[in-house]
């Protein structure tokens, strides 16, 4: 089809939509801070898989990818992306979606400029980023979507957070609450010892040493307000830790299972295999090649 043409049906509809609210701020979704499973739509082959799966579990290796294969572009794509985005939702299989796609052309990219593709993001439950083509392209599915990454890779680290840097935050927590406390304890110090000096309060020494007990127990408390503090979070980094080791993929393969790879694809169903064809089979020790006959 023309470009002009295509331009020109872009251009209606997303006007035809942004009039009725599609686009609007209020209605997008917030982004789970710790997603468990992280929905993919897109090819089941090619860059785009790779790149969402390698920045993911780098950033936190027990996250779980859950791969909808949907085709990415030609006749009926839309369709079949609006269906796969509702079954997301109806069986409830991830706590996210990225829809993504690679770069190409403004006919490469119309499936994700369709209105019942568009609808059906809008209706969507899940929160939906769109990772579609490179970052100078936009489609409608970027502006109804709860999030627009500029690529893939982008989508990815928008949704996984860095387990290291949920370490080094919580490292920041108890180093500053230390050193609040410590400032707090001069500070007390520096007024007991200026009552101390006040010539008005040389004589009363009963009133002073009341003082000095009251000072005593507001340190003390403080030490254990701050020390249940420390405690605390350090048991809700235990458990987060805990949560993210329960979800790793490593935790099956140490059960019995393996990973069944070809060309670097993982393989969910028997008639994806052909004869003769290698199949790389990870357990967990390491890696073995087989051959299907």
């Known amino acids: 089809m023309d470009f002009g043409v295509l331009y020109k049906k872009y251009e209606e509809l997303k006007q035809k939509l942004e009039l009725e609210g599609l686009f609007d701020e ?3 979704k917030r982004i789970p801070y710790m997603p468990k499973v992280i929905g993919v739509l897109t090819s089941n ?8 799966i390698n920045v993911s579990t780098r950033r936190n290796p027990k996250v ?19 269906s796969a985005i509702r079954l997301m939702n109806d069986k409830k299989l ?4 990225i829809l993504a796609r690679g770069g190409g052309s403004i006919e490469d990219l119309w499936p994700f400029n369709e209105e019942i593709v568009a609808r059906e993001i809008f209706n969507s ?9 490179h970052e100078t392209d936009f489609t409608i599915a970027d502006f109804v979507a709860d999030l627009r990454a500029p690529t893939p890779s982008a989508a990815a680290e928008l949704v996984v957070n860095d387990v290291e840097d949920i370490k080094y935050t919580l490292n920041s927590y108890e180093n500053r609450l230390k050193l609040s406390l410590k400032r707090k304890t001069e500070i007390m110090r520096l007024r007991y010892e200026k009552v101390m000096n006040s010539r008005a309060f040389k004589e009363p020494l009963q009133d002073i040493n009341q003082k000095y007990i009251l000072i005593d127990n507001y340190i003390k408390k403080m030490e ?3 020390t249940k503090r420390i405690k605390d979070l350090r048991i809700e980094e235990a ?13 099956t393969l140490t059960r019995g299972f393996c990973i069944a790879e070809v060309n670097g694809n993982v393989i969910t169903k ?3 295999l052909k004869t003769d064809m290698e199949v790389r089979l990870r357990f967990q020790d390491g890696d073995k090649t087989a051959k299907i006959i």
């Open 239 to 251: 458990k987060l830790i805990s949560k993210l080791d329960a979800l790793s993929p490593l935790k």
């Open 26 to 28: 209020i209605h997008k």
């Open 270 to 272: 028997a008639k994806e």
């Open 45 to 52: 082959t090619g860059a785009v898989i790779r790149d969402i």
């Open 224 to 226: 254990n307000m701050s």
């Open 94 to 97: 991830a706590d996210v979606i």
């Open 125 to 133: 439950k899940l929160p939906i980023v769109s990772a579609v083509g």
């Open 64 to 82: 779980n990818i859950r791969l909808l294969p949907v085709p990415v572009q030609g006749e009926g794509a839309a369709e079949k992306i609006a």
